[in-house]
């Protein structure tokens, strides 16, 4: 027998070798994937005969939102607040559900929480389902992979939230969009979601392919040619799991172009998607007497967010660092300014985070004209944002930002972060006349507050007045009449 012929025998065996083990393994993918179908028809059909049996004995429906974190005092909160008050007050013949993980307090201290920062009283009592397993969704149990982390996390919370309660609607309100699809597939509900800041967006791909440090790309991921390709495959891979989660939403609403311009390149769901801007207690503040203030002998800039990393906190001490250094001592320096950082601290990471703060004030100097205000009421927040002449906010690419609306309604001078929401929403021009100032770095941040504190009393107010009469597309009254029309094509699905 010829080479060739051993050649052709010797294939021949290997193709019916393989063939006698394809059939089996064709067989078993096929057993495979039919229990899988028939296991997930299965937990469809627990889930909705539970939501069957609720409706049953309750006779209403229900809608439901995911707020792991509803207890916290940030613009995400104040936006969930609103939206129930509004849905509450239109549809009274529905029920509402919040899925929590706040374990430390009751349903009525969180509502009493709400009534004492954001000024919002419920027209009646919500039902709160309290998840034991939060810490899935913690940053801080993720050193490494953390947005896969916490995405991953977020469906193991979900799934417990989903058989706690099972919804006619469900609301992601806080960005876990991967949470979206368990509650349309397996618990089939209608479902929306109101997105603050997409969980990744093209301006952080750009940022690792530029290999630009900034808190999501360190410097050993920058600095390293080999990371940098990896992470830039790993954030491409996320983002189109994250379109796929994201699109299965019925119904999508974002709160500024910026999130707008991101969520359509993400989830491509245009005819679903519409822009409802955040409630701001606009009404609140504009009893704020707006006078001019050159009288002043102590300058107040106030700075209102949670202590997260991504606000940025230690550049708004750098940047007033430099002004106390070039104002120095005496009459109209130092002493003549002083710094106010406001904000909630959700956890014992965002405490800790407080302490280095506090330590980077002592490590410069200015510990003496830093105050900290953490979770304060409404009336505190109110008083401080009243005394203070500018409004600081340093976050990049920040979403929005409730806290410059609200300072701008105070009539203060705001100083914002030359990036997302703020720049295009927010500090723009308005009827031509000057609104606020942006910056982007320690040294344009001291440079606008020298060149602010340097303007004529008149001038300031001319700005603060501008502000003013600005923010009212953002008040509380606007949103919630956007957010019902929004909301009314997926409340029309409701059996009542």
């Given at each position: 027998m010829s080479g060739h012929d051993q050649l052709?025998?010797?294939?021949?065996?290997?193709?019916?070798l393989l063939w006698k083990l394809l059939l089996p393994l064709v067989f078993l993918c096929v057993l495979l994937i039919t229990v899988?179908?028939?296991?997930?028809?299965?937990?469809?059909?627990w889930l909705q005969s539970s939501r069957n049996a609720r409706r049953a004995r309750d006779g209403r429906p229900t809608v439901a939102f995911f707020h792991p974190y509803c207890n916290a005092g940030g613009g995400g909160e104040r936006v969930l607040w609103c939206a129930i008050r509004a849905l509450q007050s239109r549809y009274v013949d529905i029920d509402f559900v919040v899925y929590t993980g706040d374990l430390g307090v009751t349903g009525q201290q969180i509502l009493d929480g709400a009534r004492r920062r954001f000024n919002i009283a419920l027209p009646r009592p919500v039902q709160f389902v309290f998840l034991r397993h939060r810490l899935l969704v913690e940053p801080g149990l993720f050193p490494h992979f953390t947005l896969l982390g916490q995405s991953v996390g977020s469906i193991f919370l979900g799934w417990?939230?989903?058989?706690?309660?099972?919804?006619?609607?469900?609301i992601d309100s806080m960005g876990y969009a991967f949470t979206l699809p368990l509650f349309r597939y397996l618990g089939g509900c209608s479902v929306g979601s109101y997105v603050h800041y997409p969980t990744i967006s093209t301006d952080m791909l750009s940022v690792v392919r530029e290999r630009n440090p900034r808190l999501n790309n360190p410097d050993y991921v920058s600095n390293s040619l080999f990371l940098s390709a990896f992470k830039v495959v790993y954030y491409c891979l996320l983002a189109l799991l994250y379109g796929l989660a994201g699109s299965c939403s019925d119904l999508i609403m974002v709160n500024s172009s910026w999130t707008l311009d991101h969520i359509l390149s993400l989830w491509r769901a245009p005819n679903r998607t519409s822009v409802v801007y955040p409630p701001c207690d606009v009404s609140a503040f504009l009893d704020v007497p707006l006078e001019e203030d050159g009288d002043r002998k102590c300058h107040s800039i106030v700075s209102i967010g949670q202590f997260r990393p991504e606000k940025d906190h230690r550049l708004q001490i750098r940047a007033f660092k430099k002004v106390l250094d070039r104002r120095g001592a005496g009459a109209g320096g130092r002493e003549a300014l002083k710094l106010v950082l406001i904000g909630g601290c959700r956890n014992q990471e965002d405490e800790d985070r407080v302490l280095m703060l506090r330590g980077l004030c002592q490590e410069l100097g200015v510990a003496d004209r830093v105050a900290f205000k953490l979770n304060v009421p409404f009336e505190e927040l109110k008083r401080e944002i009243a005394d203070?002449?500018?409004?600081?906010?340093?976050?990049?690419?920040?979403?929005?930002?409730?806290?410059?609306?609200?300072?701008?309604?105070a009539g203060k001078v705001i100083l914002a972060h030359k990036s997302g929401g703020p720049k295009l929403d927010i500090v723009v021009p308005f009827e031509g006349g000057q609104t606020g100032f942006l910056a982007d770095d320690e040294d344009s941040y001291a440079e606008a507050i020298d060149r602010i504190l340097a303007l004529p009393p008149a001038s300031r107010l001319h700005i603060r007045r501008n502000a003013r009469q600005s923010v009212a597309r953002f008040s509380d009254q606007e949103f919630e009449a956007c957010f019902l029309a929004a909301m009314e094509p997926l409340m029309g699905t409701l059996e009542r």
């Open positions: 052709v025998l010797c294939l021949c065996e290997l193709t019916r899988l179908v028939l296991l997930v028809l299965a937990v469809r059909f417990e939230a989903l058989t706690e309660f099972v919804p006619d609607i469900y203070a002449t500018i409004g600081l906010h340093t976050m990049w690419n920040e979403h929005f930002g409730i806290g410059i609306v609200e300072c701008m309604a």
